[in-house]
């Protein structure tokens, strides 16, 4: 530089280069933090800061968190009124809330709202066409158990509707077979005792210390409180006598089934080649009878009963010839009264009979055994009324 006076003039290439050397040099690292700043927030703090801000451009690499098969808050929630649940089975066109309003009809039915007999008929006739569009799993079970629970909790709509369909036109040979078994399903859980939780629990009898009680249990008090039991077993309580549900309801289920089976239609035609649906009737006719023992119509129901399968007695097809043979073998086994037993006097002879033929010379294993069981159910009712006239 040159020199004037005291101060230095410097050339602007001699500032160019002293700015160049200065953008060269590396930054002055901050001061660390006094010991002040360390006690109050943490060793760490400005190592969690650092390492922050050394991580942000690793975000990218993360793994997400995977959700397991059970995280269900996507799915939708169940109906909880039974006519928002038929408008959801009706009109719905999402999988998740038709799977989720179908799982709901049965524990919806069974508890009974108010609404239930005016929407039972409805209800039933949706489950009955009710097609699997979405292909659940679990279809076929659930539509079976709500129309169930619509027969035992509205038998009154609900059954008519469904022996009407039996022998109606234009339905498939699956849909027949469907309604068949939810009457079979839905007697025996009629014709089953039930009773509420409080139905065994009797209450203490609490005698008043002002009224005089008779001798005789002032004698055995005393007994008792002199008395030393060294083991003593549970006391159980005889069970409560229940009303049997299906008694008022046996007709019902029954004599409609019988209407129809000899009118052969477009789509049906039972004495002809839709022997599946006719094995199954009888299957039914079987379980309806069984589940109606002790029930005032049972004679006229077994009368009728009789004449269909002795009118079939000796089909060709092996499953009618199966179901002809569970239907007498229930027959004999509620049949054992001397009223039932009358009502068959005239059949029994060419019963017996019949069935020993079918012992010895039929070409079907379950059929000699389901013979050889009516017979043996045969005899004892024989052997019962001929005590009970003695």
């Known amino acids: ?201 009797q209450p203490p009898v609490m005698l008043s210390p002002l009224v005089s009680r008779p001798w005789e249990v002032e004698v055995r008090e005393r007994l008792k409180a002199k008395t030393r039991v060294i083991s003593k077993g549970p006391a159980r309580a005889p069970p409560a006598a229940v009303a049997n549900r299906f008694a008022p309801m046996a007709p019902l289920f029954f004599f409609p089934l019988m209407r129809g089976y000899d009118q052969p239609l477009g789509t049906l035609d039972l004495l002809g080649e839709d022997s599946l649906v006719l094995g199954s009737l009888l299957h039914t006719l079987g379980v309806v009878i069984h589940a109606a023992r002790h029930t005032p119509l049972l004679s006229r129901m077994a009368a009728a009963l009789m004449d269909f399968v002795w009118a079939l007695r000796y089909h060709p097809n092996i499953y009618v010839r199966q179901g002809i043979l569970f239907a007498m073998a229930m027959m004999l086994d509620v049949t054992h009264s001397f009223a039932c037993i009358g009502e068959l006097e005239d059949e029994l002879s060419e019963v017996v009979q019949w069935l020993h033929d079918i012992t010895i010379g039929d070409s079907d294993k379950e059929c000699r055994e389901l013979a050889r069981q009516s017979l043996a159910i045969l005899k004892t009712s024989l052997q019962e009324v001929n005590l009970d006239s003695q």
Request: overall charge negative.
């Open 1 to 201: 530089g040159i020199r004037s006076g005291d101060e230095f003039l410097c050339s602007p290439s001699a500032i160019q280069e002293e700015l160049k050397a200065m953008c060269a040099m590396p930054p002055t690292p901050p001061p660390p933090p006094s010991s002040s700043q360390n006690s109050r927030f943490g060793e760490g703090f400005v190592k969690t800061a650092d390492a922050s801000n050394t991580d942000a451009d690793s975000d990218d690499d993360l793994v997400p968190y995977a959700f397991g098969e059970d995280h269900d808050s996507d799915l939708p929630a169940p109906p909880c009124y039974l006519r928002s649940c038929l408008a959801t089975l009706i009109s719905s066109e999402s999988p998740a809330h038709f799977e989720s309003a179908l799982g709901t009809a049965e524990s919806l039915v069974r508890a009974m709202p108010s609404d239930v007999v005016e929407v039972a008929v409805e209800l039933t006739k949706v489950l009955l066409h009710l097609s699997d569009t979405y292909s659940l799993s679990d279809f076929t079970r659930l539509r079976h158990r709500a129309m169930v629970a619509l027969a035992v909790c509205c038998p009154e709509q609900a059954v008519p509707y469904l022996t009407s369909q039996l022998y109606a036109p234009n339905y498939s040979i699956r849909q027949r077979i469907d309604v068949l078994e939810v009457i079979s399903a839905a007697a025996l859980e009629l014709s089953t005792p039930w009773s509420s939780s409080q139905a065994n629990i």
